[in-house]
């Protein structure tokens, strides 16, 4: 799975600065023309969740992003490119400290500009089996939409967010305008906590059954939870 987040960096990198190399190897002393590094350091625990009664495996995987070019300017021009785009992402964290010296004599190159970015990496885990003790009975149900809206405390729409319904195995992702959907659900039965999470921050709504207008959901991912 970590391949996977892998190949969606090199192509996140790619929609940032156009065409360019992109290698997942630590930073060389110098490298043939314009290059951007994706180095995984470290993993780390991924952030707390509290999604259902088996919440997924969750990884905190640490990448170190540099640089390379003929021109440190234009080096320098990448880098921010990439730094700003990572922070205006909800699928991102990023840490701007400076690494140790150490780290650098151990890639055997100068120490030069650089962040890491840390990306949640989520592995759904399988419910336990349960033995049936009473025979099946196969209930009809109607089905219905559940439309909503993320917006952050000022009423600015966030998109990107991960939106959950643990309860149906069902996700999706909020829009540019903090829209999302799920086409259908039961409309009759409880369905169950709605998850947000994003920027290493969650939120569990409580619906007790789909309403019939959208639901607006006011959530802060850069401080402190909020409904």
């Given at each position: ?118 990306v949640l990496l989520r592995l759904e885990r399988p419910k336990p089996d349960k033995f049936v ?95």
């Amino acid at each position: 799975m970590i391949e996977q987040t892998d190949s969606l960096l090199k192509d996140w990198v790619v929609r940032v600065l156009g065409t360019v190399p992109v290698t997942l190897s630590f930073p060389a002393t110098s490298q043939a023309g314009p290059s951007v590094s994706l180095y995984l350091m470290a993993l780390a625990p991924g952030f707390p969740s509290n999604g259902g009664p088996r919440p997924p495996a969750q990884l905190g995987l640490r990448y170190l992003v540099t640089t390379w070019a003929d021109a440190p300017e234009q080096a320098h021009r990448m880098l921010g490119r990439l730094a700003f785009a990572a922070m205006d992402s909800s699928e991102f964290e990023v840490d701007l400290d400076p690494l140790p010296v150490e780290v650098w004599l151990a890639f055997a190159t100068a120490p030069r500009p650089a962040f890491v970015l840390r990306v949640l990496l989520r592995l759904e885990r399988p419910k336990p089996d349960k033995f049936v003790r009473v025979p099946l009975v196969v209930r009809s149900a109607s089905l219905t939409a559940l439309r909503g809206r993320v917006l952050s405390p000022e009423g600015v729409p966030l998109p990107g967010l991960r939106v959950d319904l643990p309860s149906l195995q069902l996700s999706t992702q909020t829009d540019e305008g903090g829209h999302f959907l799920f086409p259908a659900i039961p409309s009759e039965s409880p369905i169950g906590p709605l998850h947000i999470s994003g920027k290493g921050h969650e939120l569990d709504i409580t619906l007790e059954r789909p309403a019939d207008e959208p639901i607006v959901i006011h959530f802060n991912p850069l401080g402190e939870k909020g409904a």
